[in-house]
């Protein structure tokens, strides 16, 4: 039986245990808020899990991501018309299926996401692409929240003159929160052209339609501001932003597949829109037009097919392949390097071009030659983002000499040894079909009489 004062000594002993527990477990709590804090989505310097648009303890956010809200054009950055009748919204049962939505004035719910801007960075970090989106919106919604950014490859305006032609591969993504709600859903859907309605489309029944949704599940993060913010962007900056009206997200485009690696898809524009429900199907309503983006990670080849005359001119029908320069890179063409699969063919201008080339090293090799020309060697091309490289091919002219032997007693052909560029051949013993032994011993030119049997050293010069 132990005594009352080791009784003490041991309660005293299992309090302060107790207690410097409590305080590692602070310890261990606060150092893992730090480094929950400080981790973004992998692979990603920006922050999107705050809620606000400046530094805390990362290296990107809205601050300094590289947007341009004041100079025109204006790049990643969509500033709405004021809120009242005459800020524009779709209309007339606009769906997010509606190829060419109706643009009308007004008709703007205020408890429907009344936008008042957006912002849209799209970036390659490492080995991977990813895009950071954020909108604003004048006042806290009494029900859900659904946004929609909307990227399109094409800058060509539809019928309405405010939205670009949806081309297949264009890409919807889906910015949900539940009423009340303060952790964004998000997912996308790509615009299909072929196939049938029920079995490719979200909602349609016909195509063209955007596709089903696919999930962004570990390849986003995404929050709302819950306090107020400050914009510091300009113009107009700062402007405070009250509770749950700013929201943003950050998305690895290569992982979720929406540019999937070793590809270049670009898109030339960004807009941000507001449906009236969760449904897919729900009419949209207040958008914000769509804005430039600065991103393009393709490259092009342009192939310019040229002889060697003076001044040269220009050949049609040469077949160019496109070869990836695998390591060891910049040689020359080996059975390491891997086609792409892109050919291009020259034109009656003697030009082809690549189009929408990753960047990369690369070997263009011309792998059909125009008939009486020599094939060129293949050339290197280093492709970067957004850039083009012109490379000119020179096919030298193929010439053919004929030598004929003529026995100048009767003007027959006398079949001889004939040696050019040390490559032994006999000349002519009888007149094709057509021709008579005497027209071809009449010809002139070089054309050398009196000769006797022996050799006799001769020299062809091809003028340029």
């Excluded at 996308?188 to 089903?212: F, I, Q």
């Excluded at 207040?286 to 080849?301: H, N, S, T, V």
Aim: proline share 6%; glycine share 10%; charged share 20%.
């Amino acid at each position: 039986m132990l005594s009352s004062s080791t009784e003490s000594e041991n309660s005293v002993r299992n309090k302060t245990v107790a207690h410097w527990g409590a305080g590692l477990a602070c310890l261990v709590l606060l150092l893992s808020g730090t480094t929950a804090a400080q981790a973004n989505l992998p692979g990603s310097p920006f922050d999107a899990s705050d809620g606000n648009l400046v530094l805390d303890d990362e290296t990107k956010d809205w601050i300094n991501v590289g947007i341009n809200c004041v100079s025109e054009p204006k790049v990643g950055c969509g500033i709405d018309k004021p809120t009242g009748q005459n800020d524009d919204s779709f209309g007339n049962g606009t769906k997010e299926d509606t190829a060419v939505p109706t643009v009308i004035d007004g008709s703007i719910p205020n408890n429907k996401s009344d936008l008042t801007r957006f912002y849209t960075k799209l970036v390659t970090e490492g080995d991977k692409d990813f895009a950071y989106l954020a909108w604003e919106r004048v006042q806290e919604p009494t029900g859900t929240t659904n946004m929609d950014f909307e990227f399109n490859k094409s800058a060509t305006l539809s019928g309405n003159g405010v939205t670009p032609v949806r081309s297949a591969g264009d890409v919807l993504i889906k910015y949900d929160l539940s009423q009340g709600g303060t952790v964004p859903t998000l997912g996308y859907h790509l615009w299909v052209t072929t196939g049938v309605g029920r079995d490719v489309c979200e909602a349609s029944n016909s195509v063209p339609c955007w596709g089903k949704v696919q999930p962004l599940t570990g390849n986003f993060e995404g929050s709302i501001n819950t306090v107020s913010v400050v914009d510091p962007i300009a113009p107009d900056n700062p402007r405070t932003l009250s509770a749950r009206t700013f929201g943003e997200a950050a998305i690895n485009l290569t992982d979720s597949g929406i540019i999937p690696a070793g590809t270049c898809k670009g898109f030339s524009t960004a807009y941000l829109k507001s449906r009236s429900s969760d449904s897919f199907t729900a009419a949209v309503k207040d958008f914000i037009a769509p804005q430039p983006l600065d991103f393009d990670k393709c490259g092009k080849i342009d192939v310019v097919k040229v002889d060697d005359d003076s001044p040269a001119s220009a050949l049609q029908g040469a077949v160019f392949t496109l070869y990836k320069d695998e390591a060891p890179v910049g040689t020359a063409p080996g059975t390491e390097d891997t086609t792409t699969g892109l050919t291009c063919t020259t034109g009656a201008d003697g030009k082809c071009s690549f189009a929408d080339v990753p960047t990369g090293n690369y070997w263009v090799v011309e792998t059909t030659t125009p008939a009486g020309h020599d094939t060129a060697d293949p050339q290197q091309a280093v492709v970067g983002a957004g850039g083009t490289v012109t490379l000119t091919f020179i096919n030298p002219r193929d010439f053919k000499v004929i030598v004929l032997v003529c026995k100048e007693a009767d003007n027959s052909l006398y079949p001889s040894t004939v040696t050019v560029n040390g490559e032994d051949k006999t000349s002519l013993a009888a007149a094709p079909s057509g021709l008579t032994a005497a027209q071809l011993c009449g010809l002139g030119g070089a054309a050398y009489g009196d000769l006797s049997h022996g050799d006799h050293p001769a020299n062809v010069n091809i003028p340029q």
